[in-house]
């Protein structure tokens, strides 16, 4: 007869024994809450962040405004880095094409011959030689106004901050190229024009009395040193040129580092944007009407050629040796036209100088005459003018 089955405890053997004591019960155990989720750091794997405190609800439009900034601001500095090398590096590149055709009256085949007998190196030099003057002004011109223009502007209340073309320039350049500027404008410009290079200066870098010295008295002691030792360096020039009554010659000395004392800081800002444009328009005339004597300039050497045959009468051809093989010496006449001489023909030829080289003032600064520049005050004191030829008078 099967019995029910006996139910034993756990942990009772089947054998039977004793049973163990009771054990105590387990104190209660927290219960396990769920571990806060992690957050994946930024840009790690593909992670997307999750929100921040400081995140709160951006409209479209200004997440949109606010991603598209800084694009837009590189982009703009490459336009206009774009813009200013392409103004400082193709607009001599032009002119020196124009100038052929110039040279040549016009015609076609006058002015391929020329583009086949003047390198690029050589219409590069004698276009820097010619144009330095103007590259130098127009550069120079540029940061000042542009640093003006630029500090101004920065004062003006954040909505209107568009900053004008030729500021955008002069903060693009870099300073090396601001200084090059200065120093070609110091070795082309004539002596007479020298003293405008000072405001130019001051306006370029933003300089003040206020950085000479912290007190106004030492201050205004430096500035009245420096007008003073100008003063002294310059005072026979001045008194030539008031005896004299040239009275521009006079203002283009004197007035020029008087400015210089307050030319720098912010302008108003009522007159930003109008002087802006029209300073970007003037500019623009000036360098057109200063580039047309650039542009008719000869690109090479003016010379008289005497030709004739042996014991015969002679002949005298004023003009531009363009090329000489074992033939014939090719000329271009100075009143159009070519002519090819025989080589045997040239008896002799003398260099003559045009008329833009003849001096027109009767100043000097310290034996340099005041329409040379210091190059070629320099050059004349290492080789002097000789006396202009006979044969350049008598053709001219």
């Known amino acids: 007869m099967t019995g029910a089955p006996v139910v034993r405890p756990a942990g009772v053997p089947d054998g039977g024994g004793a049973l163990p004591p009771p054990r105590a019960p387990a104190p209660p155990q927290p219960e396990p809450t769920d571990p806060a989720p992690e957050v994946a750091a930024p840009g790690a794997g593909d992670a997307t962040p999750g929100p921040t405190p400081s995140d709160e609800p951006v ?3 200004d997440r949109t405004r606010a991603g598209r900034a800084h694009p837009d601001k590189a982009q703009r500095q490459a336009r206009d880095s774009q813009s200013f090398w392409t103004a400082a590096v193709g607009v001599p590149a ?11 009256g016009g015609e076609l085949q006058t002015t391929l011959l020329l583009v086949a007998n003047v390198g690029p190196v050589n219409l590069l030099a004698g276009f820097l030689t010619t144009a330095a003057r103007l590259l130098s002004t127009a550069l120079v011109a540029i940061f000042a106004l542009g640093a003006v223009l630029g500090v101004s502007v920065d004062r003006l209340p954040p909505g209107t901050r568009r900053r004008p073309l030729f500021a955008r320039w002069a903060d693009l350049a870099p300073t090396w190229l601001v200084v090059a500027s200065f120093l070609l404008a ?83 800002g009522a007159v930003i944007r109008p002087l802006a444009s029209v300073t970007e328009v003037v500019m623009l005339a000036t360098l057109v009407w200063a580039s047309l004597p650039v542009i008719s300039t000869p690109v090479l050497p003016l010379t008289v050629t005497t030709v004739g ?18 033939v014939n ?34 100043l000097r600064i310290h034996d340099f005459h005041v329409e040379d520049s210091l190059l070629e005050g320099l050059g004349r004191r290492v080789r002097p003018v000789h006396r202009i030829d006979a044969a ?4 001219g």
């Open 94 to 104: 032009v002119f020196s094409v124009l100038r052929l055709g110039v040279e040549a």
């Open 186 to 268: 110091l070795v082309t410009w004539p002596l007479l024009y020298l003293p405008l290079l000072v405001p130019a200066f001051v306006a370029a870098f933003q300089l003040t009395p206020a950085q000479l010295h912290d007190r106004v008295a030492a201050r205004v002691l430096l500035v009245a040193a420096l007008l003073g030792g100008y003063a002294w360096l310059l005072l026979p020039t001045l008194l030539d040129a008031a005896r004299q009554g040239e009275l521009l010659a006079f203002a283009l000395l004197a007035v020029p580092p008087v400015l210089a004392v307050g030319i720098s800081g912010p302008l108003p």
């Open 329 to 362: 010496m090719v000329i271009l006449q100075e009143r159009g036209g070519v002519r090819y001489v025989p080589v045997d023909q040239v008896r002799a030829q003398v260099l003559c100088p045009s008329e833009e080289e003849l001096p027109r003032h009767r």
């Open 309 to 326: 045959p042996e014991n015969g009468p002679t002949e005298d051809v004023r003009g531009h040796v363009v090329t000489t093989d074992d």
């Open 392 to 395: 350049c008078r008598a053709v």
């Open 59 to 61: 409209a479209w439009y």
